[in-house]
């Protein structure tokens, strides 16, 4: 799309010039491992378009140009440290993959093409690995998070091309991993849902007895008005005794 084009009128209004930075880096360089410190955020969305670039470029980059309008609005000036260098270096690899890429399009419009990638990722991957029958939860964490940058992708593609309506499979979708990410989002505790049962430090000995003892909720009396949510959420262990005796926060 033209409007996405590096080498568009519309875009350098709204980014600084190349020639405003001398290049020092590679055209190589944007993995997670050399972002800037100021623009760590951007890290995971170059990730996802270095590991989906051979499946589909046009999609990897839109995901770079998406990053790239990210670290110009979270340092317009490029005052932080290696910031600079390493928009110029972006914008290059953009302008030298932007007419390979859009050949190589599935689809008439970047919306689309972002929107059925999207799609075909939640349906055949997300869904198939969460409905496995041994899911591994640093999986299935990191593939919500996939989703879940893929779809930041499809909202700014969908505004620089003035979509109005994302499809209800769409948005059914995004809610669902929006609701995931949170479950499989990483914590310094035991992982304790189905998903973490495959983790290999929930198979030693002691963290299982840990585990058991966790569970064992016999001869404790339940308040009354928990009784509806013991009914609708099954096994409890506990931690939800005590949150439903004293209190406590879910997450606490």
Same mark, same amino acid.
């Given at each position: 799309?033209?409007?996405?084009?590096?080498?568009?009128?519309?875009?350098?209004?709204?980014?600084?010039? #190349?020639?405003?930075?001398?290049?020092?880096? &590679? *055209?190589?360089?944007?993995?997670?491992?050399?972002?800037? +410190? @100021? /623009?760590? =955020?951007?890290?995971?969305?170059?990730?996802?378009?270095?590991?989906?670039?051979?499946?589909?470029?046009?999609?990897?980059?839109?995901?770079?140009?998406?990053?790239?309008?990210?670290?110009?609005?979270?340092?317009?000036?490029?005052?932080? #440290?290696?910031?600079?260098?390493?928009?110029? &270096? *972006?914008?290059?690899?953009?302008?030298?993959?932007?007419? +390979? @890429? /859009?050949? =190589?399009?599935?689809?008439?419009?970047?919306?689309?093409?972002?929107?059925?990638?999207?799609?075909?990722?939640?349906?055949?991957?997300?869904?198939?690995?969460?409905?496995?029958?041994?899911?591994?939860?640093?999986?299935?964490?990191?593939?919500?998070?996939?989703?879940?940058?893929?779809?930041?992708?499809?909202?700014?593609?969908?505004?620089?091309?003035?979509?109005?309506?994302?499809?209800?499979?769409?948005?059914?979708?995004?809610?669902?991993?929006?609701?995931?990410?949170?479950?499989?989002?990483?914590?310094?505790?035991?992982?304790?849902?189905?998903?973490?049962?495959?983790?290999?430090?929930?198979?030693?000995?002691?963290?299982?007895?840990?585990?058991?003892?966790?569970?064992?909720?016999?001869?404790?009396?339940?308040?009354?008005?928990?009784?509806?949510?013991?009914?609708?959420?099954?096994?409890?262990?506990?931690?939800?005794?005590?949150?439903?005796?004293?209190?406590?926060?879910?997450?606490?």
């Amino acid at each position: 799309m033209s409007n996405l084009e590096p080498s568009g009128s519309q875009m350098l209004s709204r980014r600084p010039s #190349r020639s405003a930075a001398t290049t020092t880096f &590679s *055209l190589e360089v944007f993995d997670n491992e050399v972002v800037p +410190s @100021s /623009l760590g =955020s951007i890290a995971p969305v170059l990730r996802i378009a270095a590991e989906i670039e051979h499946e589909r470029p046009r999609v990897a980059y839109l995901c770079r140009f998406y990053a790239f309008e990210k670290a110009h609005r979270l340092d317009p000036n490029s005052s932080g #440290r290696g910031v600079r260098q390493f928009k110029t &270096s *972006l914008l290059q690899r953009l302008e030298r993959d932007n007419n +390979s @890429s /859009l050949a =190589s399009r599935v689809k008439k419009t970047d919306a689309r093409e972002i929107e059925s990638f999207y799609q075909q990722y939640y349906e055949h991957y997300v869904r198939a690995l969460d409905q496995g029958e041994q899911a591994d939860r640093a999986q299935l964490g990191k593939a919500y998070q996939t989703a879940g940058v893929l779809f930041e992708v499809l909202c700014a593609v969908n505004k620089t091309e003035k979509v109005e309506e994302v499809a209800p499979e769409i948005i059914a979708a995004a809610r669902d991993v929006q609701e995931k990410k949170e479950i499989y989002a990483p914590f310094n505790i035991l992982p304790l849902d189905s998903a973490g049962a495959s983790q290999s430090i929930m198979q030693l000995e002691e963290v299982k007895a840990s585990v058991a003892a966790l569970w064992n909720t016999r001869g404790l009396n339940w308040p009354t008005a928990f009784e509806p949510q013991r009914q609708k959420a099954g096994d409890l262990d506990l931690l939800d005794w005590l949150r439903a005796m004293f209190g406590f926060q879910a997450c606490s």
